[in-house]
């Protein structure tokens, strides 16, 4: 009988490449990944990976095996769930992963309500923007992610992940307060804003893509990037003391700031996406199925409270 345990570790080194990246992932030594899958050989009879130069690679058997054991892998999951949903026992833990403001403006209101009609579930929180977030999803890492999805720049779906939009935003920009180019209060036109410093997030977040994108499509330009931070507070500050513009979606709550002139987009109309992900089938498990229905709770009370918020996706988007 194979031991699943030793089969994940197998379809763990297959997707990342090295022992230590499985071992970090999993939370063994790397000796400890390597015995067990010695082990699984072992119980196999057949060499599943070989060394070349100081990293172990899969042999062809191995990646026979592996393909396997993603499926039998799914197979336990699923009766896993599906005993759980028989159960209709809301507990356990749900690790959900998301960016700022949706963490703030949707998770967070959901907690009260989640603790209250279901007290063993337990909500793990990790505040986070990186594009390897639904590779973790995939590889059950986390369980629920939230991310931010432009007009500009649509994430491609995968068929083992469901994504369902919970709002749309409205993307402005920002200015300081006695920037020439906001004193009317009218829309700015990008294309004005060729020489400016601009404030966006880390390389590698969709923020920092989307104005990237945005100033070559809509103004002609490549931004001069001078401030990087994921946190709004501190890009709000280098834009009302460092003279930078940004990017800014409608529920960072730019025009509360001291010193920020908020304006519309002239060119297009720039639109932010709160998407939801999970892995296929994962709405089976009561405690996913519970997170997954207060987030919509509390974006249906953030789209009534907010008029520039749409519950879902706008009619012609």
Known sequence: MLDLGRLRMLRELEMRGTVGAVAEALGYSPSAVSQQLAQLQREVGVTLVERVGRRLRLTEAGEVLAGHAETLLAQAQRA??????????????????????????????????????????????????????????????????????????????????????????????ALGEDDPEAASGEPVRIARLADRSWATGHVGTNHADLLERTCVEL??????????????????????????????????????EEGLAVR??????????MVMWTRTGAEVRPSVRAVMAALRESADALAARRPSIVRGVPDGE
Do not use: W
């Open 80 to 173: 896993e769930e599906e005993t759980l949903a028989a159960s209709g026992r809301v507990a356990g833990v749900v690790r959900l992963v998301g960016f700022q403001t949706a963490l703030t403006n949707v998770l967070a209101p959901a907690l009260p309500r989640l603790a209250a009609a279901y007290p063993e579930l337990v909500v793990d929180v990790l505040d986070e923007e990186f594009h390897r977030v639904l590779q973790a999803l995939v590889l059950r890492e986390i369980d629920v992610v939230l991310t931010d999805e432009y007009t500009h720049l649509p994430r491609p779906h995968r068929p083992e992940l469901a994504a369902e939009v919970l709002a749309t935003e409205p993307m402005r920009i």
């Open 219 to 256: 103004g002609g330009f490549r931004p001069r990037v001078r401030f990087r931070s994921n946190d709004f507070l501190v890009i709000f500050m280098m834009v009302a003391h460092g003279g930078a513009a940004c990017l800014v979606p409608d529920l960072a709550q730019a025009e509360r």
């Open 264 to 273: 519309d987009i002239a060119e297009a109309r720039v639109l932010r996406r």
